[in-house]
């Protein structure tokens, strides 16, 4: 069936690093990606999105190319806070002509940014 | 804007209770979903709907109930709750893709 698969964590890096998370998947078709951001206590928020191949989702400084050829969404940062340490979850959906398939969550990748 | 609201926040069951997960929406989304996320695993779905009165297994369904009678609401029922559903529930709602979930119910079965 689908799937994602992230790197597992934690992560933990120093103010100011660059932040790359793996994220792969499988799927029997061509599905819309995602990454999710859960900060402590709190549900999960959209961070970015692509729709189709070579699509590149970006928000607050956070990046991720949907790589069709190498299924891979990875997400990267150039320079991160210690505001962007949570749990950062990839996760796909399939499209279904007119309808959508559920959300399908990796397992999350916790990031800890030291001062 | 609400958005989607949970209650209660955090709950304490004695083994065998039963209690019902409140879940509301306010963006007029057909689409909404239970899930469930156990430390290191991810989010797993529970249940989910795509409009009133229609209702589906996710992939943990069992020991797990729901009903939607309206499009706003979607509660989760535990009849006989157990160690093994101690966890934190967040339900969703979706249009096209675009999920907004709730703040979690942080639920411990003792």
């Given amino acids: 069936g689908d799937s994602v698969t992230q790197m597992e964590g934690p992560v933990t890096l120093s103010e100011e690093a660059f932040l790359t998370i793996n994220c792969t998947y499988t799927a029997t078709g061509y599905p819309s990606l ?5 900060y402590p206590g709190e549900g999960l928020q959209l961070l970015l999105k692509a729709t189709k191949a070579d699509d590149k989702g970006s928000n607050k400084g956070f990046e991720a190319t949907y790589r069709k050829e ?18 950062y979850f990839c996760a796909l959906i399939m499209n279904y002509g007119g309808s959508q398939g559920n959300l399908i969550f990796g397992k999350g990748t916790k990031l800890s940014v030291k001062p | 804007n609400a ?35 156990d430390p290191g695993m991810g989010l797993k779905l529970i249940y989910y709907s795509v409009g009133a009165g229609i209702t589906d297994k996710g992939e943990v369904p069992n020991g ?33 893709g675009g999920y ?3 703040s979690g119910t942080r639920l411990t079965v003792v």
Wanted: with cysteine.
């Fill in chain 1, 34 to 38: 995602f990454w999710y951001v859960q």
């Fill in chain 1, 70 to 87: 190498t299924t891979s969404f990875h997400l990267e940062k150039g320079s991160v806070q210690v505001s962007d340490s949570a749990v």
């Fill in chain 2, 3 to 37: 958005g989607v609201t949970q209650t209660p926040k955090f709950r304490i069951l004695k083994i065998g209770q039963s209690m019902t997960l409140q879940c509301t929406q306010d963006m007029n989304h057909n689409y909404m979903y239970w899930y469930r996320q």
């Fill in chain 2, 64 to 96: 797990y109930n729901v009903s939607r009678s309206t499009t706003e609401d979607f509660p989760l029922r535990l009849e006989l709750a157990a160690p093994s559903q101690t966890s934190v529930y967040f339900c969703a709602s979706s249009i096209w």
């Fill in chain 2, 100 to 102: 907004t979930f709730g």
